[in-house]
């Protein structure tokens, strides 16, 4: 697996779901300025299977996102966070995106002008390796993705995958 950021800061515990890559939903709770928890629903084995909660136990707002597996599946993670990593406040928002639609933001739906963007753009969904980051007690501090490295058929995913993290 190819381990792609995490964005956002870097205190905290980590958390991993790799190997992970059927998605059929994903559990969010925010504010209006932060990330709380995130949850995932994976498919695996013929089971769905719901992942450890990633953040805060409290929940101040939380939407469920239950895809149409296995016909829906994620093209692109993006959002925001403040901060230079060390000295942040975590992400402040977060964006899911599939291929057939499109669910948030969450958290702060306008960045701030010291808010930094983020968007992980996977095109192809067969190159989703699961999840990564840091947590701390009262939110989710940053997140990444695992990318499969398709060796055999790269000529059929080549530009597939685009990471962008902009101010």
Same mark, same amino acid.
């Given at each position: 697996?190819?381990?792609?950021?995490?964005?956002?800061?870097?205190?905290?515990?980590?958390?991993?779901?790799?190997?992970?890559?059927?998605?059929?939903?994903?559990?969010?709770?925010? !504010? $209006?300025? *932060?990330?709380? =928890?995130?949850? /995932?629903? %994976?498919?695996?084995?013929?089971?769905?299977?719901?992942?450890?909660? #990633?953040?805060?136990?409290?929940?101040?707002?939380?939407?469920?996102?239950?895809?149409?597996?296995?016909?829906?599946?994620?093209?692109?993670?993006?959002?925001?966070?403040?901060?230079?990593?060390?000295?942040?406040?975590?992400?402040?928002?977060?964006?899911?995106?599939?291929?057939?639609?499109?669910?948030?933001?969450?958290?702060? !739906? $306008?960045? *701030?002008?010291? =808010?930094?963007? /983020?968007? %992980?753009?996977?095109?192809?969904?067969?190159?989703?390796?699961?999840? #990564?980051?840091?947590?701390?007690?009262?939110?989710?501090?940053?997140?990444?993705?695992?990318?499969?490295?398709?060796?055999?058929?790269?000529?059929?995913?080549?530009?597939?995958?685009?990471?962008?993290?902009?101010?």
């Amino acid at each position: 697996m190819i381990k792609v950021g995490p964005v956002g800061s870097n205190v905290g515990s980590i958390w991993e779901e790799n190997g992970r890559s059927e998605v059929a939903g994903i559990f969010v709770s925010f !504010t $209006e300025n *932060t990330i709380q =928890s995130l949850q /995932f629903l %994976f498919y695996e084995n013929g089971n769905y299977v719901q992942s450890n909660k #990633h953040g805060s136990d409290h929940s101040e707002n939380f939407c469920a996102l239950l895809f149409d597996y296995p016909s829906e599946f994620l093209t692109s993670i993006s959002g925001s966070y403040i901060g230079d990593g060390y000295l942040s406040t975590g992400l402040d928002a977060i964006k899911f995106n599939t291929n057939k639609g499109c669910y948030g933001p969450f958290g702060r !739906t $306008e960045p *701030t002008s010291s =808010s930094k963007r /983020f968007n %992980f753009e996977l095109r192809n969904h067969r190159l989703f390796g699961g999840f #990564h980051g840091t947590m701390s007690r009262h939110a989710v501090e940053s997140i990444g993705i695992y990318v499969k490295p398709v060796i055999s058929s790269m000529n059929y995913l080549k530009g597939s995958l685009r990471v962008k993290a902009e101010k």
